[in-house]
Nanobody, 126 residues
């Protein structure tokens, strides 16, 4: 069973930065694409960023391009989301997710991620 645990959320002023981490307790982590998603109050969960199993490709939603960076450490079984120039509209619960398949590319399709963390709250004040 794949287990994921996010950390690093918190309260930050607009323009500030946060780094989210997601530890994955499974040896096949290195073969899975990883994604970050977020859900604001009253809204559906949406895609933020994803990275292929190899780390060779990434994809971002338009609203975070140039501000957020996804990365992974396959030795530590951890994926990160560096968030810079944060805006109030970035406020949400952020979830990391592991793709269901092995050796996939980076994909924004939420339906392809079968394993989810519990989420971490990010609040950006104006």
């Amino acid at each position: 069973q794949v287990q994921l645990g996010e950390s690093g959320g918190g309260l930050v002023q607009a323009g500030g930065s946060l780094r989210l981490s997601c530890a994955v307790s499974e040896r096949t982590f290195v073969t899975r694409a990883m994604g970050w998603f977020r859900q604001a109050p009253g809204k559906e969960r949406e895609f933020v960023a994803a990275m292929s199993w190899s780390g060779g490709s990434t994809v971002y939603t338009d609203s975070v391009k140039g501000r957020f960076t996804i990365s992974r450490d396959n030795v530590k079984n951890t994926v990160y989301l560096q968030m810079n120039s944060l805006k109030p509209e970035d406020t949400a619960v952020y979830y990391c997710a592991a793709h269901r398949g092995l050796f996939p590319g980076a994909t924004p399709s939420i339906d392809e991620y079968d394993y989810w963390g519990q989420g971490t709250q990010v609040t950006v004040s104006s």
